[in-house]
């Protein structure tokens, strides 16, 4: 499994940020990095949901690892509990960065497509240019 | 009054019910200094913990925590979902079946420390820790339900009304948070009162 490509989860309060996001990753980087979004509340309003961003580091699980890009205080706080409920064996393959979500998800991706571990798609995408 | 399952199941849904009854209240405070969702939030968890209502009171005192943190976690959405969840499933981790005094101290006090490290806070941020932390404080000196538990609570939640936010959506208002309470102080004081409320009302 050494080709596993880091995987990218975006989480928005928004869901079409979310999503936009995620299509301008697919347009500038394309298909080969596992990509998952998420945004909304339980009830669909505005916010993020630690069942829906664990849905989403499922998706785009690889044994690379998952990068985690989000906008706001709540997104990260529920992204950090999403990522304590995974299993000992992934939760240290899972980064949140510390970086503005769009610009951020698109330089991570673009690092991950190139086959980057973990560790240098994180610190890229937080000083937002390519290593 | 927490040893058996009927008096279990009627403390959660006076809880539960509380937060739906001041869902309106929360919100009002939230949209005076954070996003706005917060009464919605809290009542949208409120009703998943009443859902479940059953299968708690089966459940001991921490297992049935546990599974409110975590119902809170999964549906409350927003920051505060998180931070109540890991303040509930703390507890549950670190209470005995039958806890006595000292153990419900050290679980508060434990429950506390994990909502700081969750937070990334500390009290005197104008946050829900502004309540918590004195109502340890006030248990430590007198620990049991009191109406003395119910009005240092009040009086912390009130004491955010000057604060300045330094976490959570909040403090991207920096001064213009000054003058309001913080809904996250509002919504533990009113658990906290509601909780003792009915364990002293039980105790007579």
Known sequence: MSEDKVGIVIVSHSPEVARGTADMVRQMVGDEVPLAWCGGDPDGG?????????????????????????????????????????????????????????????????EASGGAPLEVVRRTAEELSPA | ?????ESRRRLIETVAQAVIDHAEELTALDQAIGDGDHGVNMKRGA?????????????????????????LVMKVGGASGPLYGTFFMTLGKSLPETPAT?????????ALEAVMARGKSHPGQKTMLDVLAPALETLKAE???????????????????PMRAERGRASFLGERSIGHMDPGARSSALMIDTVSKALEASAK
């Not at chain 1, 990068?67 to 304590?84: C, K, Q, R, W």
């Not at chain 1, 899972?94 to 330089?107: L, S, W």
Request: aromatic share 2%.
């Open chain 2, 143 to 161: 620990p049991k339900a009191s109406p003395g538990l119910c009005a240092a609570v009040a009086e912390a939640a009130k004491a955010t009304i």
């Open chain 2, 102 to 110: 000292a153990d419900t101290l050290a679980a508060f006090e434990e």
């Open chain 1, 46 to 110: 505005l916010g993020t949901s630690v069942e829906t961003i664990l849905g989403a580091i499922d998706q785009a699980w690889t044994n690379a690892g998952v990068a985690i890009l989000v906008d706001l205080g709540g997104a990260e706080t529920n992204s950090e509990m999403a990522v304590e409920m995974q299993p000992d064996e992934r939760r240290g393959r899972i980064a949140i960065c510390n970086a503005p979500i769009v610009e951020g998800a698109v330089i991570a991706a673009t």
């Open chain 2, 47 to 71: 009703e998943a913990v009443l859902a479940d209502l059953d299968s708690l009171a089966e459940k001991s005192l921490p297992e049935a925590l546990k599974s409110i943190g975590m119902a």
């Open chain 2, 1 to 5: 009054m927490l040893e058996d399952g």
